[in-house]
């Protein structure tokens, strides 16, 4: 196994578990530092596969606009009942 074989395996990996905290947490901030993490990731992942254009995309797109977008979202949302598990 090459050493790029094993950093695509780590980032699958991290890809996956913040895929999970993003489905699955209730905390509207939890999920949005949690999907800009995977954005991020998986523009590091496209940058290991060569693919320049898709990573910058990435980036520029979901990484960056649609965290941007979330994070508003969070500053417009009024306060509520927690919600217990």
Same mark, same amino acid.
């Given at each position: 196994?090459? @050493? %790029?074989?094993?950093?695509? !395996?780590?980032? *699958? ?6 895929? !999970? !905290? ?5 905390? /509207? ?7 800009? +993490? @995977?954005? &991020?990731? =998986? $523009? =590091?992942?496209? !940058? &290991? ?11 520029? =797109?979901? $990484? %960056?606009? /649609? *965290? +941007?977008? =979330? ?7 009024? %306060? %509520? ?5």
């Amino acid at each position: 196994m090459e @050493m %790029g074989e094993i950093v695509q !395996i780590l980032l *699958s990996i991290l890809i996956v578990f913040s895929a !999970i !905290i993003v489905a699955e947490s209730k905390k /509207i901030a939890r999920v949005a530092q949690a999907f800009s +993490i @995977m954005s &991020t990731l =998986i $523009a =590091i992942f496209f !940058i &290991t596969l060569s693919a320049y254009y898709a990573a910058a995309f990435q980036l520029a =797109i979901y $990484a %960056g606009f /649609i *965290s +941007i977008i =979330i994070l508003v979202s969070i500053a417009l949302m009024k %306060g %509520g009942e927690e919600v217990e598990d």
